[in-house]
């Protein structure tokens, strides 16, 4: 019954917060309210007893993810006018393509995972060396959950070039 009440403490402290990340007008303060967010999944995470998640989610993301963040925050200028010239070294027709390229890869990957078979995840006794939290996170990461993992990877590479792009004053 104490961990009911924790837990939907817990999510609407998660989903407050969530929502002052994106309603708030200063984007440091944003960032801040972020960092608490992440804290308060990486309780969650401690609550329902997966400890490794919990110390990633505090490593990965309150750590790096956000001093990430601060440093686009810092870096790009939201004070500054729109630009409004267009340049003319733009190439849109190459970004469609690239973007209808990524649409239809993503449609493909979704079509074949949910009529594809998965990998099924390897058994405790069958395996032998997957026994504790860790070992079968990573089995789980690499096997059954490796497109997914992959995306996040290249989202995560395509948002540190937009912003190191962005904070780029001339090309």
């Known amino acids: 019954m104490a961990e009911a009440f924790v837990f939907y403490g817990l999510a609407a402290l998660i989903l407050g917060?969530?929502?002052l990340v994106i309603s708030t007008r200063n984007t440091v303060h944003s960032v801040l309210y972020l960092v608490v967010n992440f804290l308060?999944?990486?309780m969650l995470y401690v609550m329902?007893?997966?400890?490794?998640?919990?110390?990633?989610?505090?490593?990965?993301?309150?750590?790096?993810?956000?001093?990430?963040?601060?440093?686009?925050?810092?870096?790009v200028n939201l004070k500054?006018?729109?630009?409004?010239?267009?340049?003319p070294r733009r190439q849109t027709?190459?970004?469609?393509?690239?973007?209808?390229?990524?649409?239809?890869?993503?449609?493909?990957?979704?079509v074949y995972s949910s009529t594809g078979e998965s990998v099924?995840?390897?058994?405790p006794a069958e395996a032998g060396m997957v026994e504790g939290n860790v070992?079968?996170?990573?089995?789980?990461?690499?096997?059954?959950?490796?497109?997914?993992?992959?995306?996040?990877s290249v989202l995560?590479?395509?948002?540190?070039?937009?912003?190191?792009?962005?904070a780029k004053r001339e090309l």
């Open 17 to 19: 917060f969530a929502v």
């Open 40 to 42: 308060l999944v990486a």
């Open 48 to 75: 329902l007893g997966a400890e490794f998640l919990a110390a990633i989610q505090v490593l990965v993301y309150a750590g790096g993810i956000v001093v990430l963040y601060l440093f686009v925050v810092m870096l």
């Open 80 to 87: 500054r006018p729109p630009e409004t010239h267009q340049d």
């Open 93 to 110: 027709r190459l970004g469609l393509a690239l973007a209808g390229a990524v649409l239809a890869e993503l449609v493909a990957i979704i």
């Open 120 to 123: 099924p995840a390897a058994a």
């Open 135 to 152: 070992e079968q996170i990573g089995m789980l990461l690499y096997t059954n959950y490796l497109i997914p993992f992959e995306v996040a």
């Open 156 to 166: 995560l590479l395509v948002a540190m070039i937009g912003a190191i792009v962005l």
